[in-house]
T-cell receptor, first 114, second 113 residues
């Protein structure tokens, strides 16, 4: 079956520009996660949704980062007024249940802020 | 912040040899997972081992877990060039947010044909 998909795969933004990154989780998966992966590092947690409820946004680096999942399926991660330090790969993952389960990752969106 | 530390940071072997990667972590966990990431691609789930398990096998993969030492190892037997990738361990936190994963920095494995 279809896995997690993300779009766009690559995004180049000028500093100060707003960007929106989309994630389509596996159908029927309750939980959805966003992670940020800097070059040469492991992914770091950004935020967690259980259906449409954002239960944890403790990993969002600043108030320029905003995520939503209004209908409990597709999610969008928005970054306002992008800065060079936002350059990274943004990974989305979904899991079937609420916790302690395998998370399935999408291919990621590689964001480059110039 | 990163919880896990993979060791070594990089490993280069010949096709057919075995590869062993280690992971250490800091908190109590419910489970530990290993993921593979090919260059420029997403993470592929390899195996999950629960805190009450000591060893698990999946094909050419063998994972061990020692919760007393807070460490895990991933063994890939009879390696192939296609195994070339970065390997990450990821843990949850049984005493805190048990839904989010904390990753190490990864081990870059190169399998030479």
């Amino acid at each position: 079956g279809a896995g997690v998909s993300q779009s766009p795969r690559y995004k180049v933004a000028k500093r100060g520009q707003d960007v929106a990154l989309r994630c389509d989780p596996i159908s029927g998966h309750v939980s959805l996660f966003w992670y940020q992966q800097a070059l040469g590092q492991g992914p770091e947690f950004l935020t967690y949704f259980q259906n449409e409820a954002q239960l944890d946004k403790s990993g969002l680096p600043s108030d320029r980062f905003f995520a939503e999942r209004p209908e409990g399926s597709v999610s969008t991660l928005k970054i306002q007024r992008t800065q060079q330090e936002d350059s990274a790969v943004y990974l989305c993952a979904s899991s079937k249940g609420w916790s302690q389960e395998t998370q399935y990752f999408g291919p990621g969106t590689r964001l480059l802020v110039l | 912040s990163q919880q896990g530390e993979e060791d070594p940071q990089a490993l280069s072997i010949q096709e057919g040899e075995n590869a062993t990667m280690n992971c250490s972590y800091k908190t109590s966990i419910n489970n530990l997972q290993w993921y593979r990431q090919n260059s420029g691609r997403g993470l592929v789930h390899l195996i999950l081992i629960r805190s009450n398990e000591r060893e698990k096998h999946s094909g050419r993969l063998r994972v061990t877990l020692d919760t007393s030492k807070k460490s895990s190892s991933l063994l890939i037997t009879a390696s192939r060039a296609a195994d070339t990738a970065s390997y990450f361990c990821a843990t949850d936190d049984s005493g805190g947010s048990n839904y989010k994963l904390t990753f190490g920095k990864g081990t870059l494995l190169t399998v030479n044909p």
